[in-house]
């Protein structure tokens, strides 16, 4: 729950480092953006899990970088920029909520 709530402001962040010239950085907007990459990338990883095991990871993030560069106004090196730097996000905030719950 705290995730959904703070994927919209990192993406903003990300998005401002990035792309600032050219990137829409509406907070509603990345609401959006952020639940439409978990869930468009959760549900392609799910589906292709079976047959690619690890390397379903790859098509989430081709539909997150595809919903980037669609409702974010962002070239493609942007968006991927962008996309990898969420990714190493994602693996931190769940290292340090896994480190914050274990004690």
């Known amino acids: 729950m705290l995730q959904l709530f703070l994927d919209p402001l990192i993406l903003m962040a ?3 480092l990035v792309a600032r010239d050219n990137a829409d950085l509406e907070f509603s907007t990345l609401f959006f953006v952020a639940l439409g ?4 990338s959760a549900i392609v990883g799910n589906i292709l899990d079976p047959v690619f095991g690890a390397f379903s990871v790859v098509p989430g993030m081709a539909v997150a ?8 106004s962002t070239t493609l090196k942007q968006s991927l920029a962008v996309v990898i730097l969420l990714g190493i996000w994602h693996i931190a905030f769940g290292f340090a909520l896994t480190a914050m719950t274990a004690t």
């Open 65 to 72: 970088v595809f919903i980037l560069m669609q409702f974010c």
């Open 37 to 40: 990459i978990g869930l468009g």
């Open 14 to 16: 990300l998005l401002w």
